[in-house]
C-alpha cells in the first residue's frame, strides 16, 4: 500500500480512549495540523525509524502518482553565487561567449529544494579542459593561485562518454565538460560523441527530470525536452526519447531509472516499463554491461531510501536473474518464485528493522558503521531464501575430487555483483551466526533443559556451571559476528520459526508486533549479561601462558584447544583472574591424568 497522507478528525480532547487502546503504535505517528486548521485534527505522516527509511511502508512498488512540489528558481547559496560570478569573470574578461549551464542532478535536487554540491558545468563551444586552463589564466592574472586540472578520460563502463575536466573553484571541486550528441554502434554502449546543441545534449540524458539545464548567463532554468518540470512535479520517471532505444543504446539507463524511482519515490512510467521488460534490453543488459557497473548500481540502491521498492521494481520487469546471475548446477537448483522470496523477505526484515528503530544498527558514533550494518542487513535478508544453497567452485585450489562448496549468496555478492569478498563473507557469516541465534532464542525463550548444549560446549577438561550455558554460548557466536550480532539476531529473529513466504506473516498486525518484542527481549537479555563487545575482551590467558602452565616450548593444535577452552572459562567466570584460571587449568589436568592412571 503506497505512503499517503492520513487525516484523522477527532474530538477536541484528542483520540477517544477505546482508539488509543487499539491504536498504540500510531501514538508516536501523530502530529497535530499547524495552527492554521480546524482544532481536532491530527496527520498521521511517517517518522523515521532507522537511517536511510523516508517513510515508504515495505517499499511497495505500486505507487500512485501523486505531486511533487517543485520550486519555481533555483535558489543559489551564497558559495554558488560566487563560483558562478567567478566563471562569469573568465568568460567575459577573455571574451569567450561561452554559455555556462549546469546540467543534471544539480538542477534536478534545486528544484526539489535540496542542497547539491556535484555541479557539473556543460559548455557550448570548448572543451572542459580548454575552459579549466583559461580558468587558471585568469587566476594568475589577478594574483591568485592556479589549480591543479584533473581529466578524466572517456570511460563508458564507468558511465562517463566524454572526457570531463575537473577543477577545485572556490575550495569546490566542479566537472566541466563541452555540451555533446551521441549515436551508439551495434553491440556496444560505447557512443560516438558529437559536439552538439543544449537541445541535444538535453536528449540524450537518461531521464527527463536529468535533462535540466540551469543557465548561470540568464540565471534561469531551461526545460529543452518541455517535460523535465512537468515529470518532476508529477514524480513520473520517463526516457526523453522513447525508452526502448534509449534502454538498447546504454542498458546501464533501466538500472539508473530503476534508481531513481526509488531515490524520490517516483513512478516508473508505463512506456518505460514495458522497454525494460523487453526480452531484448534484458539480454542487453547481461550482455552489454559490466558486473561492476551492474554491482555499483544495485548497491546505490541498497544504500539509498527505498531498497524494498528497488527490489521490488528489478522483480516485477523480470530483471532478478539478469541482476543476480546464479551459478550453474547451485545445489539445490533455484526454486520456483525464488526472485519473489527473496524481495518478500528484504520487504519484511524492512518494516522489522523499522518498527523496532535505529537502535538496530548499533555503529555507536561511528556512522559509517551504521550505514555499513544497515546495507549488509538488507542483502542477508535479500538472500535468506538462498542460504543453503551452495555450489561447486571448481576454481578452488582444493582438488578435482574435492572442489569447495560456497554458498550461493556468497557467489552472487561477489561474482554477480562484484563487490567486495567482505561483504559477502559477512553476510554468510550473518547467515551463519542466525542459525546459532535461533538456538540460543529458544534457550532464552523457554525452559528448555540446557543439558544437550552444555554437553556441547564441555569436554573432558572443561565443565561449566549450568546457570552460565547461556552466557558462554551467547558470547561464543558474538565473538565470531562482533559489531554485526544486532544484525545477525534480527535475521535469526526474522527467519525462525520458518515460514513459506516472510512477508506474509510479518505483514500480518499481530505478527510483526510479536517479532519484534521477541528481538527487544533477547537483545536486553544479551546486554543484560554483560556480552555487548565482548569480542573486544582480552583472554585471560594467551596461548604463551598456556605453554607456560603445560610446559611445552612450542605451540600447536593442543594450545588452540586449551585457548578455546580458556575463552569459555572466562565466559562462565567474568569477574575470573587470571591465576584463578591457571589453577583451574592445573586441577583440570590433574583431574584428568588421575582418571586415566586409574583406568
Known sequence: MPPRLLLLLLPRGGLLPPLRRRLPALSPLLRRIPSNKPPGYFFLSPVRAFSGYSGMAAGSPEQQQRSVVVKETVELTEKEEQIFRRLLDVVRHFGLGTQLRVAGGWVRDKLLGKDSADIDIALDNMTGQNFCEKVNEYLELIGEEQKGIGVIQCNPDQSKHLETARMLILDIWIDFVNLRSETYAENSRIPTMEVGTAKADAYRRDLTINSLFFNINNNSVEDLTGRGIEDLKKGLIVTPLPAKATF???????????????????????????????????????SKISRERIGHEIDLMMSDKHPVKAMSDIRDLGLFYVVFSFPENSNPPVFDKCDWQCVSHIEAAWNLAYSIGSSVFSGGSDPKLQDEQRRLYL?????????????????????????????????????????????????????????????????????????????????????????????????????????????????????????????????????????????????????????????????????????????????????????????????????????????????????????????
Open 248 to 286: 538498447l543504446d546504454d542498458p546501464l539507463r533501466v538500472l539508473r531509472a530503476i534508481r531513481f524511482a526509488a531515490r524520490f519515490n517516483f513512478t516508473l512510467a508505463e512506456g518505460l516499463k514495458e522497454a525494460a521488460s523487453d526480452e531484448r534490453v534484458k539480454s542487453e543488459l547481461g
Open 379 to 599: 542483502y542477508s535478508a535479500l538472500f535468506i531464501p538462498l542460504r543453503n544453497m551452495f555450489y561447486l567452485d571448481k576454481k578452488s585450489k582444493k582438488s578435482l575430487l574435492h572442489h569447495k562448496q560456497v554458498p550461493v549468496s556468497s557467489y552472487i555478492i561477489k561474482h554477480s555483483l562484484k563487490l567486495k569478498a567482505s561483504d559477502a563473507e559477512t553476510v554468510v557469516n550473518i547467515h551463519a551466526a542466525s542459525e546459532k541465534f535461533a538456538e540460543l532464542i529458544l534457550l532464552l525463550e523457554s525452559s528448555v533443559d540446557v543439558g544437550t548444549l552444555k554437553g556441547k560446549l564441555e569436554d573432558e577438561y572443561l565443565e561449566i556451571p549450568t546457570d552460565s550455558v547461556k552466557r558462554v554460548f551467547a558470547g561464543l557466536i558474538l565473538r565470531e559476528i562482533k559489531d554485526f550480532w544486532r544484525v545477525a539476531l534480527l535475521v535469526s529473529i526474522l527467519s525462525y520459526p520458518e515460514a513459506e513466504n516472510a512477508a506474509d506473516i510479518l505483514n500480518k498486525q499481530v505478527e510483526l508486533p510479536l517479532r519484534k518484542e521477541k528481538y527487544i527481549r533477547v537483545e536486553r537479555a544479551i546486554t543484560g549479561l554483560d556480552l555487548d563487545g565482548v569480542w573486544k575482551l582480552k583472554p585471560v590467558l594467551d596461548g604463551k601462558s598456556i605453554m607456560g602452565v603445560m610446559q611445552v616450548k612450542s605451540g600447536g593444535p593442543l594450545i588452540g584447544k586449551w585457548q578455546q577452552r580458556a575463552l569459555k572459562w572466562q565466559l562462565a567466570h567474568p569477574n575470573g583472574t587470571m591465576d584463578e584460571c591457571i589453577e583451574w587449568m592445573k586441577q583440570s589436568q590433574s583431574k584428568r591424568q588421575k582418571v586415566e592412571s586409574s583406568t
